[in-house]
């Protein structure tokens, strides 16, 4: 069965079932406290709350999914950071009974799994938490004999919440018997055994509890289901595969490595793998509009692309190899979302440049990097010479400890953030004593310029679209510079229909108004907020009428009919996948 027609039968199953279809959101969520989407339920989360839902009480949804929790599992048969995850929800309608009732009728009708090779997995119970006995004895209705069913604790079946706080419950987990076949441990090898003869494929989320921030947990108003089944291991037990990689989802991908390398890829399973899952990952980032940096989701783009290519240099690969490896993602999953063929050029020339990056500089810092350890006299690379990998040679944190550990070393984690944050001060106490003692005229004159940035944002988010997402941005009292995400060179039209608008704005008179309020209820709010540093409770928005609305701690003025006349005097590139303008008052 082919992974279409899977992903289709699952949605028309429940669509059968008075469910909604529902297409996947972005992989960047309007939840503050998390990176990415990371589950089926992210979307649908006020609606467990008990908000209505526009889609009704029953919906389905094939979703789009990026999880850097498994990312040193990636290499394996089953891990991934990129997956697609097939989810049924219920938000105060059915409950447990029908749910088991359908994912038997679905594994086991529509996708004819014989009955014998499930296992299934329930919550114990532990001190804050009853046994989930509603679960256990459903499954015992339905025909599945006890010798196929076991009790697990809080780590293994129970499920949530996403980000800091929200809904969570009790799970009743369905696991696939690979080879039906006792490991040493013999009657002990039960599914979540560590021999990997047993591999989870659907987890039934029963939400029955709200988690808060101290990990209290109180009973929800609203019952609800949240149900996950990663479409990569379904398709991995129809296929008849030893592993996700081997499926149609990633045949192509492999191939197309193999056809560029020197070796096979049964040489080397595991740089395989990593680069395929890695560059498709990159892809659907790229497509989300993200941009390699050193800043939240940019970073972890940066990250994955680097090790892929550190992975590429293991095989032989040769330079620009990436962009045939990424043509043959986009080419599995174009009729399904569209995006990654509509926006290939722009996701390839962010690889490109990506790429051409580290490279330069890749041989040098593995140089450096070897040199270093062969002068560590103990088993520990120290934090200054970490900083030193990531300022100089553009290494990850991650990816030096990746290194160390295939040395058999580990590295000063905590040596490394404590430069890096020197480093941060340095640049912080070098910004404000160039805005010390500039008088009141040029501080009016910056606050002009800090309100022109706002202007200037929005307008490149409206004229090249909401990839557009700032980078950096410095201001003196004579002009201007903005860094901004966006993968080409602006053309004279687009540039003029920016200043156009910005000048349309500042003629409009808007209101410049500024209001405190939490972080999340600011987001919520449509805010903009793109930078890492650690928010307060509190947050300072400024809104420029119904046009612009950012979370900044200052200075602007009341009106923008203060700033005059706007005119941008220079566009250029300021890094990869990064554009710079210069503007100044006239």
């Given at each position: ?6 992903r ?31 589950a089926?339920?992210q ?8 908000k ?14 990026f999880r ?27 409950f ?5 009732e359908?994912a ?6 529509l ?8 296992w299934?997995?329930?919550?114990k ?25 076991y009790?697990?604790g ?8 996403t ?10 987990e ?14 002990d090898?039960?599914?979540?055994c560590?021999?990997?003869g ?6 039934l ?17 609203q019952?609800?289901?949240?149900t ?13 595969k ?12 492999i191939?197309e ?10 040489d080397n399973?595991k ?9 498709k990952g990159a ?5 989300e ?8 989701q940019?970073?972890?783009?940066r ?14 690969l ?9 043509q ?23 690889l ?14 593995l140089?450096?990097?070897?040199y270093?350890i062969?002068?560590?006299?103990e088993k ?15 290494f ?9 550990k ?5 590295v ?19 910004v ?18 800090h309100t ?13 679209g ?5 980078m ?6 004579q002009r ?23 000048n ?7 209101k ?16 903009l ?6 928010y307060?409770e ?9 046009f ?14 203060e ?24």
């Open positions: 069965m082919k992974s279409e027609e899977i289709k039968k699952f949605l028309d199953f429940f669509k059968e079932k008075g469910h909604k279809i529902v297409p996947s959101s972005s992989l960047l969520p309007t939840d503050p406290s998390v990176l990415f989407t990371t089926g339920m979307q649908f989360k006020e609606y467990f709350l008990g209505k839902s526009p889609f009704g009480k029953r919906v389905t949804s094939c979703q789009k999914c850097t929790s498994d990312i040193e599992e990636v290499g394996n048969d089953r891990h991934l950071t990129f997956l697609e995850m097939l989810g049924n929800f219920s938000f105060g309608d059915y447990k009974k029908e749910t088991i359908w038997l009728e679905f594994l086991t009708g996708c004819k799994i014989p009955n014998s090779k499930l299934f997995g329930y919550f119970g532990d001190s804050n938490v009853p046994e989930d006995k509603e679960s256990y004895k459903i499954l015992q209705k339905l025909g599945i004999p006890k010798n196929r069913i009790g697990f809080r780590e293994d079946n129970f499920w949530g919440p980000g800091e706080e929200g809904p969570c419950g009790p799970t009743c369905v696991h696939y018997d690979l080879t039906q076949e006792s490991c040493s441990k013999g009657k090898c039960i599914p979540n560590e021999c990997g047993f591999i989870e494929i659907w987890n989320v029963f939400n029955e509890y709200y988690q808060d921030r101290n990990k209290k947990l109180t009973p929800l108003k019952k609800g289901v949240d996950g089944m990663g479409l990569e291991r379904l398709a991995m037990v129809l296929q008849g030893s592993s996700v990689f081997e499926t149609d989802l990633f045949t192509s991908v191939k490595i193999e056809k560029q390398s020197s070796q096979s890829y049964t399973p740089a395989y793998r990593i680069m395929a899952d890695h560059i892809v659907f980032l790229a497509s509009g993200v941009i390699p940096s050193n800043l939240e940019g970073y972890t783009l990250r994955i692309l680097r090790r892929a290519i550190r992975f590429g240099k293991l095989l032989n040769p330079k620009n190899s990436l962009i045939p490896i990424a043959k993602a986009t080419a599995i999953y174009q009729d399904i979302y569209p995006k990654v063929k509509t926006q290939e050029a722009d996701i390839l020339t962010i490109q440049n990506e790429e051409e990056k580290f490279e330069k500089t890749l041989e040098r810092g140089k450096e990097f070897r270093q062969e002068k560590c006299q520990i690379i120290p934090g200054r010479v970490v900083f030193d990998l990531y300022q100089s040679y553009g990850p944190l991650e990816l030096t400890e990746e290194l160390a295939e040395e058999g070393l580990k000063d984690k905590q040596g490394f953030e404590g430069a890096l944050k020197k480093h941060q001060e340095i640049s912080r106490a070098g404000e004593k160039k805005f010390g003692g500039v008088g009141k005229e040029a501080t009016h004159q910056a606050a002009k310029l022109a940035t706002h202007l200037l944002h929005q307008a490149l988010r409206e004229v090249l909401e990839h557009v997402k700032q950096g941005s410095d201001i003196t009292p201007l510079r903005f860094d901004f995400s966006h993968p080409a060179k602006l053309t004279e039209d687009e540039l003029k229909k920016v200043e156009d608008l910005v349309q704005k500042i003629k409009e008179d808007l410049i108004q500024k209001e405190e309020m939490s972080y999340e209820k600011a987001i919520r709010a449509g805010a907020a793109f930078f890492k540093e650690k307060p509190k947050v300072k928005v400024y809104s420029i009428g119904d612009s609305k950012e979370i900044c701690g200052g200075p602007h003025v009341s009106h923008t009919g700033l005059g006349h706007f005119k941008i005097i220079k566009e250029e590139s300021s890094g990869a996948g990064v554009r710079r303008i210069r503007a100044i008052p006239k």
